[in-house]
T-cell receptor, first 115, second 111 residues
């Protein structure tokens, strides 16, 4: 595997389910990100981890819980979601989350549908 | 706070037409500027970037110049192809580690 991978690619869940999204980067980067992309809305940054430490939580509801066990893996644990949480969830990584010149490398996303 | 404003879409062009997608920004300090492209069913990927004033980023026939005096980073291509149909995002990055993205501009190129 190369680049940034995300699993699953598609997920349908009920409002009472608990599920997790997984992201893995094979680039040796130290920063990882979760974004939410909804139809007709701007890209929303949710969480940032730099060297495994959470450095940004952009007022995300507690029903979304991130976990970063090491610099290569990032999870987003989901529970008691609402239909408006249906969106494409994108994971990204960059070499160092504090350097302005570093571009981000994105995974293909997980398309989440909440029924 | 930092912000990016880019041209509203959607933009529809015929093949071989010229493309310009406007992008202006507001930031403290000296940000780096990026254009990302998102093809259907995929994540974003870097198209080009510029890290200081007057730098020109280029890739796949696309160009953008970092204009500090007008706080702009407009994306241009002289002759678009059907395969360029995608959503284009302008973004800035700062030393605080934050990236700010524009709303995205959808480009459709017709044969």
């Amino acid at each position: 595997e190369t680049g940034v991978t995300q699993t699953p690619r598609h997920l349908v869940m009920g409002m009472t389910n608990k599920k997790s999204l997984k992201c893995e980067q094979h680039l040796g980067h130290n920063a990882m990100y979760w974004y939410k992309q909804s139809a007709k809305k701007p890209l929303e940054l949710m969480f940032v981890y730099n060297f495994k430490e959470q450095t940004e939580n952009n007022s995300v509801p507690s029903r979304f819980s991130p976990e970063c066990p090491n610099s290569s893996h990032l999870f987003l644990h989901l529970h008691t979601l609402q239909p408006e949480d249906s969106a494409l969830y994108l994971c990204a990584s960059s070499q160092d989350g504090t350097r302005r010149a570093d571009e981000q490398f994105f995974g293909p996303g997980t398309r989440l549908t909440v029924l | 706070g930092d912000s990016v404003t880019q041209m509203e879409g959607p933009v529809t062009l015929s093949e071989e037409a010229c493309l310009t997608i406007n992008c202006t920004y507001t930031a403290t300090g000296y940000p780096s500027l990026f254009w990302y492209v998102q093809y259907p069913g995929e994540g974003l990927q870097l198209l080009l970037k510029a890290t200081k004033a007057d730098d020109k980023g280029s890739n796949k026939g696309f160009e953008a110049t970092y204009r500090k005096e007008t706080t702009s980073f407009h994306l241009e291509k002289g002759s678009v192809q059907v395969s360029d149909s995608a959503v284009y995002f302008c973004a800035l990055g700062t030393n605080a580690g934050k990236s700010t993205f524009g709303d995205g501009t959808t480009l459709t190129v017709k044969p």
